[in-house]
């Protein structure tokens, strides 16, 4: 595929920011073994693109440990392969950015010194199992400017901010866009992926940037329906975004459904930063029910409808039930956990007895001793 990828890691950290205080969204831990970029980046790699661009802007330190030179997903390339773009220098007078377009502008460098012919991009909390081959060519067969990926959602699964909606005709031309609509029944959720030519892309942000435009949806695309061929491509697959703790802990625990699993991880290979770790040790007396359990973990308690990352201990005497215990976190004996979501390296002591429930789990920040 003759596509560049271009990802954006920060857009939505304010969605989540219990999760986004020390990392950006793209690499918020995922499924027990996952991170959020995951999916950006395999729907790319499986699709035949080999050059990808992560734009950044703070905290994302994490990010780059976990995607590192690209070697997992077959990036670590002579010619292309995977570039961190740092979030300085996207104006004249190097400040940060604050919109999808002046990060745009930022990396508009990178877009003209790259050859490819298309431009895919993406957010990195879009979850998804995706051709974007088969994009490419609705793209091409309708003679676009510009596809835009979208699903049909019912208005109440859709929570958050920043919501755009699409009004799509019968041909699949997008005619209007409403962003934050109150309203009720069916729409078409925009997944914020995008096909679109790369030189198109380029005469889009610097004829934006210099009439002083600031958002790329709003004052470039839903102004200019008429004299841009911009088209909706429908994603019937299983999609999902994060919007907010509780959301990102809804997606999580409906993991555990083997067919929504299924849905999300059959139809392609999602790649992740490999790990040697060693397989997780199961005690005598532990007990497992529908649970997602990563490697390097030590059970000897009881685990109900959770999700355990990597290097997770649960000492004897243990229930966990309901819960994400995510990468290295520590239970003492005895311990009662229900509804609960723990960061990384969290420490939990004898004892203790901590519930929330399912309409507001409860939150343990990174490194937390409790």
Not at 35 to 59: E, P, Y
Not at 281 to 300: F, H, M, P, Q, T
Not at 323 to 350: F, P
């Amino acid at each position: 595929m003759n596509a560049l990828g271009i990802i954006f890691s920060n857009i939505h950290d304010s969605n989540i920011p219990e999760l986004t205080a020390e990392r950006t969204m793209a690499s918020i831990p995922f499924c027990g073994r996952y991170r959020l970029i995951d999916f950006a980046l395999s729907n790319m790699i499986n699709s035949g693109i080999t050059k990808v661009g992560v734009i950044t802007k703070s905290n994302y330190q994490s990010l780059m440990d976990h995607v590192g030179s690209g070697k997992d997903w077959d990036l670590a390339r002579k010619n292309g392969g995977l570039m961190i773009l740092p979030p300085f220098g996207v104006q004249e007078n190097s400040m940060m950015y604050n919109t999808r377009l002046e990060a745009l502008k930022g990396v508009s460098g990178f877009l003209k010194k790259s050859t490819q012919e298309y431009v895919i991009m993406s957010d990195s909390d879009a979850i998804s199992s995706m051709d974007l081959e088969e994009i490419l060519k609705y793209h091409n067969d309708n003679g676009a400017d510009i596809t835009m990926i979208y699903t049909v959602k019912n208005m109440k699964e859709i929570s958050g901010k920043d919501n755009i909606i699409l009004d799509v005709d019968g041909y699949g031309r997008v005619k209007g866009f409403e962003f934050n609509p109150v309203t009720s029944g069916n729409v078409n959720l925009y997944s914020n992926i995008m096909l679109i030519k790369r030189t198109f892309l380029l005469s889009l942000i610097s004829e934006s940037v210099a009439h002083g435009k600031r958002s790329f949806s709003r004052d470039v695309l839903a102004h200019n329906t008429e004299s841009i061929r911009i088209f909706a491509y429908q994603y019937k697959g299983f999609m999902t975004t994060m919007s907010s703790l509780k959301n990102y802990y809804d997606v999580s625990m409906s993991m555990l459904n083997a067919d929504i699993r299924q849905k999300l991880f059959k139809s392609s290979e999602v790649y992740t930063k490999t790990k040697d770790s060693t397989p997780t040790k199961y005690g005598a007396n532990c007990v497992i029910k529908n649970s997602l359990i990563a490697d390097g973990c030590i059970i000897e308690g009881e685990v109900y409808n959770s999700i355990i990352f990597r290097g997770v201990k649960i000492s004897r005497g243990t229930v966990v039930k309901n819960s994400i215990l995510m990468q290295d976190s520590i239970t003492g004996e005895n311990v009662s956990l229900n509804a609960i979501i723990t960061d990384k390296d969290v420490v939990i002591r004898d004892g203790r007895q901590l519930s929330g429930c399912d309409n507001h789990p409860f939150f343990i920040s990174k490194g937390s001793v409790i």
